[in-house]
């Protein structure tokens, strides 16, 4: 990812995540250079959000290209869905954060973790692909197969960090494990359904994340 050797922005709840761990992909698509692998993105983001499968033979028929040329711009097709996944949980957690913005401290984490939980939940397009490719969905968006758990992970390291500073909770736990371990508790109540068979439940991720966070202490 090109940045200037002078000035680096402050991170952002936007750009945190991607900063902390880039990919081939996604330095491809911040550099301005890379024309066609953004204009095969955006269609397979338009795509996913239209609630389709993101198909990469379709997908190059659509740009009028072979597969190869498609692979060759942006990667294989889980490197794909992991940046389109990723450019739609942005806008989500910057809601989230807009929606918690007159709390502070353990209340604002654990607002901005509930409200991102929820969204995700409602979303139709993604609880279709949820549906669709579960599976796959379960190993992009909760292992280090793909970025994504690495991106939220940092968000949420940087939010303890913001609003409980270096030393969380007295000093009891690590920023980093502190984050990870609430990363986990999104997923699980996420992806209930997926992984025990329950039901996602953004109300149950609240409490979780409250009582880790002693929010109420």
């Not at 597969?67 to 739609?88: P, Y």
């Not at 991106?151 to 913001?162: E, F, G, I, P």
């Amino acid at each position: 990812m090109t940045r200037t050797a002078t000035h680096t922005a402050p991170a952002t709840i936007a750009t945190v995540g991607t900063d902390a761990a880039p990919s081939w992909l996604s330095e491809r698509l911040a550099d301005g250079i890379h024309s066609d692998a953004r204009r095969a993105f955006d269609a397979a983001r338009e795509t996913f959000i239209a609630g389709r499968r993101i198909d990469m033979t379709a997908l190059a028929g659509a740009l009028g290209v072979d597969r190869t040329s498609l692979f060759r711009w942006v990667g294989n097709r889980d490197a794909l869905l992991s940046e389109v996944l990723w450019s739609l949980a942005i806008p989500t957690l910057v809601q989230a954060e807009h929606a918690a913005a007159e709390a502070s401290g353990a209340d604002r984490i654990a607002a901005i973790l509930t409200h991102f939980v929820d969204d995700l939940i409602t979303a139709e397009y993604f609880r279709s692909f949820l549906r669709r490719e579960p599976a796959r969905a379960l190993r992009l968006l909760t292992t280090k197969e793909s970025p994504i758990q690495r991106r939220y992970v940092a968000t949420a390291d940087w939010l303890v960090r913001r609003d409980l500073g270096a030393e969380p909770l007295g000093g009891a736990i690590d920023s980093a494990d502190l984050a990870y371990i609430l990363v986990r508790l999104s997923e699980s109540f996420t992806y209930a359904d997926l992984i025990s068979g329950d039901v996602p439940s953004a109300e149950r991720a609240r409490v979780a994340f409250r009582l880790l966070l002693r929010a109420d202490a």
